[in-house]
């Protein structure tokens, strides 16, 4: 069978450094073409910390639109901003795209503007294009695109974990209030004392209360899929792990609720989704999903307080970004969902 | 000046260790005896692993009440359980008696019961003489005390985080809701393997949701600085540093506040406390108090929300523990509130 | 093609959790029995950090010798002194063994009761069977052999690194000083105060100096390669990490070399070796290797102080135990050697 | 008594800030002036992660050299290189300068320019001021000096484990193999992808191999002591803690030693030394010093092999730096050597 060629532009940060892993095992794709600015004319396996084989001189490249690009599907990995530059004439010549930045997130270009400090300059068109890439409730969306905005790493973390309870009217909308934590991966591949690690070790900090440009992903996304207006608060953490990230969430219910009902709510809408692993009894552990495409949901009543805790944890840079980036290239392009994920 | 004698019993633990460091060095204080029956006859150098000076023979010695004790004050860094076990005889001998574990913090014995899932056997006397020793609201009754029930880690962290705020009825009593993060030492010091390093790094896990023993001793404390009753939720989660918590807080406004409001209702009550640090300005970091015996709190109206956040973060062996007790010890003896504390 | 049916001893370990997660990817076998005395009746997933797969319902048992057991090869992961009770009678019902313990490393009785503080019981013939499982240096005994002592992670950090040198007459056997760092997963997983995660972190120890088991075993198979008497001196030292080993050696040259020479030494033992990666411009880091069956080579002359140093790098349960248990189980049955390793 | 007044050149850094929470608890020390291009006009408290006090609104300052400055002693925690530029004109200026960096270390401008790749440009006079700072060897000159050059983090590691060995010829002075390992404050507080936390954490990696510019500093300093040549070869390594050195040691013995005549050679050049703690007996732990001016040193025979152990361990920021330059200031100034770093 013909292979699917890829290419991944900003391969040697920390998400593009995951999805060179990924796509190098999975069985129907040819990574053809890893364009790095930064680290162009540099040998891979220099670059990325695991090699994802004994040894290559493949080499990163710089981008030069002149060229003809030798790709059915292109992975942005590229910071906010730049993706909005490089996707337009990608999908002009035809390529899949699959932006893993926050850059089509978005469809209200004020909310763009007001969280992401930036104005969107796609076209319209373009932007109206992009479908939101979270397979577990978009998947028939998502197999008719050619463009795919991927979800943000805490947006996937909360929407997975809160999408049964809004859609089934289980919870107030507008009772929701959201705790993560997550590792420093999160912030990027860049040289910053914020994130040295005598600066990061043996401590915590929360960062950007009440304006993370998650939050308006989160509340659009459920409220679309709730048609009713969701409304979260919500606080991210920086903690010292690497990889990962934990959140809390506790919601006022609607009307009381069983254990058993609010399992099912969980149960029915998951229970046949590859990397959603529900679970009323355990409480999760980041570390099991870490190196995975599965996130973990747990889910308790707190009957005095007539609330629900819902706790999810995933890998950012695999369910949070590169992972779930390939599982919609595998809608995309017909590949059995879980296929190079397992 | 006639210096105080203080013995410390369960001296090999953390909070143990944390108080040998602290009062060695305390200018009104010496230490006559160090009680660890599990480390009995180990030289205290060896145990613990920041050794307060040069060098000592020092032991820890078996306890054995047969023996006329001397000191002046106890502070029982005992497992919950056994405070109550050794604190009724001290309290006899006339000692002054400082109990760091949770035995005598909560005056309903079915709470107790409730959450620690023990039965207090303490005298209804004794328990009555037992006086919280929170100094930031409770300095005049702890001035006059013998007996006092040091705050637990978490209770620490909640209740002088959101007392300002309760008080000046500024939030809704029942709207709280808390997410701690906390270092392993807060689990005391003992072979575990949910404690190992393999298991702890990189990873993070929430744990007795909505059944710590810390949230009765929080809504108590509130409930009885307010005159209403206080309810909260709270959520502790475990994650891969040594020492500290970092606590994070939303509460719904009774009614709408300015930024100069807020702060002013901290202000209020801790411009002159001295190890309060508050700041509308800057989210705190936890290791900025690691070591020390100060609190870092942090405020933050959410308008759109109708909420309050709340951050604060202190060292849990510290102000959390020994650095509290010893600030009590300081209050009932008559010492400056700072001594050998700064 | 049938699949080779694959048993596992101590399967709850770290050694024994990561076999499970390597067999249950390799494509030409099946996990048939996962014994594990204290894990026995716990769901697998539950236990595993890193959940192999979705969801399974699989179970650990406890071993009962009265039980036709229902495997082809039979890897050991347990304790030393353990194995030796189990190995000689699961060789009596034909199966292929691996061991992973140090129970059969040494031919030498004596050494092995100096080193591991007990006496080896398997009989003369039994030991005398055990073949020294290190792929790079011993293929074709281990592909006629039918028991397998698989190598000190420790062991084969120093002996890949070294063994070149030697054999080339390039350094002096008895010059040789050597210092190893290791992650606290190397110490098995049990409950221990000494591996608490607050005792570890921001701290180093040494340990065993002089005296640590695989001494013995590094300075047999060493001499043995070079005809010649190897002395080393080994110093292991832990430090907070949770995987790997990172070992840095200081050699007299036996002669000036230059450092063509010096790459060709290792060139011409390790260019087809799929699992070495010698690099003479890359000084190695640990992470490269964390998961993977890699060990990372690199070596540097001191031509001023006529030395020269290498230093290996290696995930201590992966080319440290489970990881070369399964190359070596490839080699045995006749599997390409890489497969389920890549 | 009239207070000695300090100003502090690169007050921001690791070292600097060291210094800050040092010199603020000194008795005799009145901290005038902290200098900090970099972080000029931002409040200490916001830069420093452990602020020393309550609150302070005191600001970091650029250096205007045009301004008068109101110090007797002037500690200069600047970048290598920095140093010479400001030294000069202090001492002109007559006051008592403090030099953390490496630039007076070296008297020979060759060996300077080679490790340190520049040139040394302060004056033949300036240089010749210039008192190795190692109170527990040079407590004489360092009392009469005026202009002191502070030893490197690894060569306090290195001097103080060997210096009793090649005094006492105790060990062929050619034949010692160092190995140490640092936290990462070690490399100064800058942003720096290499020391990001997502790089440092679950890795190690040696660097500078045999080309550190601790190595002539060690060599000079051993050889001076013992009139003979000492030649040492050395690695670092770069481990995931914040702060602290740990250093392993191997070398020859001269003759065949017992081990009382191993513990007679330190305790006869250690036992009065306020801030070495010999121990035959307990191979150190890291965390031990941590936040400490103490050095804990191990010695151990390998009489199989000739060869003698030696482990130390210290903080690299206050053994290693600011508590070793405010020994130094004591003894300069003619306070008790210990006053303040207890």
Not at 151 to 168: D, F, H, K, M
Not at 293 to 303: E, G, H
Request: aromatic share 8%; glycine share 6%; charged share 20%.
């Amino acid at each position: 069978m013909k292979q699917l060629r890829a290419a991944i532009f900003g391969a040697s940060g920390y998400s593009g450094g995951e999805l060179v892993r990924i796509l190098s095992r999975h069985p129907s794709v040819t990574l053809t073409k890893l364009f790095a600015d930064s680290s162009a004319g540099k040998i891979v396996d220099e670059v990325l910390a695991r090699s994802p084989q004994r040894a290559t001189t493949t080499r990163f490249e710089a981008y030069d639109d002149s060229i003809e690009l030798d790709a059915d599907v292109c992975f942005l990995a590229l910071p906010h901003g730049e993706a909005m530059d490089r996707a337009p004439s990608l999908l002009d010549q035809g390529k899949i795209v699959i932006d893993l930045s926050g850059d089509h997130r978005l469809q209200d270009r004020s909310l763009f503007q007001k969280f992401y400090k930036r104005q969107q300059t796609s076209s319209d068109e373009i932007l109206a294009q992009a479908v939101y890439g979270l397979p577990e409730w978009n998947a028939s969306a998502i197999q008719r695109a050619r463009f795919i905005a991927n979800p943000g790493c805490y947006a996937t973390s909360v929407i997975l974990a809160l999408a049964p309870l809004v859609v089934e009217k289980a919870i107030e909308p507008d009772s929701i209030i959201v705790n993560s934590m997550s590792g420093v991966s999160g912030a990027g591949r860049k040289a910053s004392l914020e994130y040295s690690f005598a600066e990061v070790n043996e401590s915590v900090k929360a960062y950007r209360i009440g304006d993370h440009q998650h939050i308006p992903e989160i509340e659009t996304v459920l409220s679309g899929l709730s048609n009713e207006e969701v409304k979260i608060t919500f606080t991210p953490h920086l903690i010292p792990i690497t990889r990962g990230i934990y959140t809390t969430i506790c919601a006022e219910l609607s009307a009381p609720l069983t254990e058993l009902e609010l399992q099912e709510s969980f149960n029915k809408h998951y229970s046949e989704k590859p990397f959603v692993r529900f679970s009323p009894e355990r409480i999760p552990e980041l570390r099991r999903t870490t190196g995975t495409n599965f996130i973990d949901i747990y889910a308790q009543l707190l009957p005095e307080r007539n609330q629900v805790m819902v706790i999810s944890t995933e890998d950012n840079l695999v369910k949070g970004a590169a992972g779930q980036a390939v599982q919609n290239m595998n809608l995309v392009c017909g590949f059995p969902e879980t296929e190079g994920l397992l």
